[in-house]
């Protein structure tokens, strides 16, 4: 079955119900990265469906299996390469599967398409104070293999945050709500737990979502299962700290 999803930025930000009670705090420092937290960020980010009646339920791991052909298009990229494939090399490196510019032909593969839009088409199309970027991802069965991301030439920040959502992980994190200890791209802009780029917990997200016994598909407590022992084991390499 085909599966469209649109990503907008205000849509879980104003809900405030990601913001789980295992993960409430009192507001300070930026949280260590630990196992226990970070496995129910990833069951929030990525395990879980946010519903139009607001309720939270279970949702299957959606992920890439193939190597990600990314398109351009839009405005112009002049000057602004360099960081996107910086951003690329980063996702290859995490995901391992080859995400990248560069023809893939030859090989399965899926596609990408990043269209850089002028800032007051972006308003016009979704309002003033609506989304700036988004991201529709497509697949059979949790498998992806097209996502198509929108990014207004005034926000190109928002890549990362964008990517979080091209590589399966759909939800927003809204925890700056009660307490910013947990720093995230997904953080909506202007909240305390915004970080500029991706966050240690970001990298660990994406790196249990790609790791091989988590496949498309899989329901959200084999998948934490899997997640759970390669945490126990150490069975991935850990971030060695970024700034936040």
Known sequence: MMIARRRLLAALAASGLLAGPALAARPGAPRALNDMDLLRFVELMALTRQGRDGIRRPAWARRWTQGIEVDLAGGDWTGHLDALDRTLRTVTQWTGLPVTRAPLAGRRHGHLTIRLLPHDDVVTQNGAGGAV???????????????????SDAFLDCIEHEFMHVLGIDNHWNGAIATPAIPSVLAPRGRPGRTIGFSDWDEMTIRLLYHPGVRPGMGRQAA????????????????TGRAT
């Open 224 to 239: 934490l299962s899997v997640m759970r022992r390669l945490l126990a084991t150490n069975a991935l390499p850990r971030p």
């Open 133 to 151: 970027c988004t991201t529709w991802t497509f697949g059979n069965g949790g498998d992806l293999h097209t996502a198509h991301m929108d990014v």
